[in-house]
């Protein structure tokens, strides 16, 4: 593990669906888990938009009881992973203290603008993630941290993993408290992907001996994906192999995006 994320006692991790807690950065948490740091994660949609894998759930993509079914499997695989402090962005204590009530931010859906980059939904409703003025989220990620005062915060590169939009959304307000706030952000590297920026600064973690956690973690999001030996097949039929081994990259609290 990188020195940072070795001397950090309370990590806060930013994601922008359930399940990519789990898929990202399942492994990273185990560990930090296993090593008795404090694990926190905010995320940042229900996953509204998500397919639904046939045969899972009766329910209705979209519809509240599949937006609640998700709820609970996130719930589920926070468990596995061992992860104690949860919070939707937009709820108490991840809310803006000058709002009275809380909120939700949607999904925003996605499209494939080409091969490998992804773009939002054509029809991403107006309360969606990428489309509410970034300071109103970044207000809401500042008062989680404000409240549970992290030592470093963890959420994608500037690409998002593979481009969702509410990926490049969620690294936007986790740089933009992360500045504000003087801590510093670590970049999760998927494995396998052409690296924006300055590859020689990543450190590849192992996380392998965690992968029955992550396994299990990611069993509980049946609606979204299967397991199968040690991979893992999306609701759309993508295969990839579980990752345990994760890119870290220190960005400082003020480094610009590359
Ligand atoms: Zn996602």
Redesign the pocket.
């Given at each position: 593990m990188t020195g940072l994320i070795d001397s950090a006692r309370r990590v806060l991790l930013v994601h922008?669906?359930p399940?990519?807690e789990t898929l990202a950065t399942g492994a990273l948490i185990a560990d930090l888990v296993a090593r008795g740091v404090e694990v926190h994660v905010v995320t940042a949609t229900r996953g509204e938009r998500g397919e639904l894998m046939p045969g899972v759930v009766d329910v209705e993509p979209g519809s509240e009881a599949f937006v609640a079914h998700r709820e609970g499997e996130l719930a589920k695989a926070l468990s596995h992973l061992g992860v104690r402090h949860h919070c939707f962005l937009g709820m108490p204590p991840a809310r803006d203290r000058a709002h009275r009530t809380s909120r939700r931010y949607r999904d925003s859906g996605m499209r494939w603008i080409r091969e490998g980059l992804a773009g939002p939904a054509k029809d991403a409703p107006a309360d969606a993630f990428t489309i509410v003025p970034l300071t109103e989220p970044v207000a809401d990620l500042a008062a989680y941290v404000e409240a549970t005062a992290p030592d470093v915060l963890v959420s994608y590169d500037a690409g998002g993993g593979y481009g969702?939009p509410?990926?490049v959304r969620t690294h936007e307000v986790t740089r933009e408290v992360a500045r504000a706030h003087g801590i510093p952000v670590i970049e999760v590297i998927p494995p396998d992907r052409e690296v924006d920026g300055d590859a020689a600064a990543i450190e590849w973690t192992d996380g392998s001996t965690h992968l029955a956690t992550v396994q299990a973690a990611l069993r509980a999001h049946a609606t979204q994906v299967r397991v199968d030996g040690t991979d893992v097949v999306h609701v759309g039929g993508q295969r990839e192999p579980i990752v345990t081994r994760i890119g870290l990259r220190h960005r400082g609290a003020d480094v610009a995006d590359v």
């Open positions: 922008a669906h399940d990519d969702h509410d990926h």
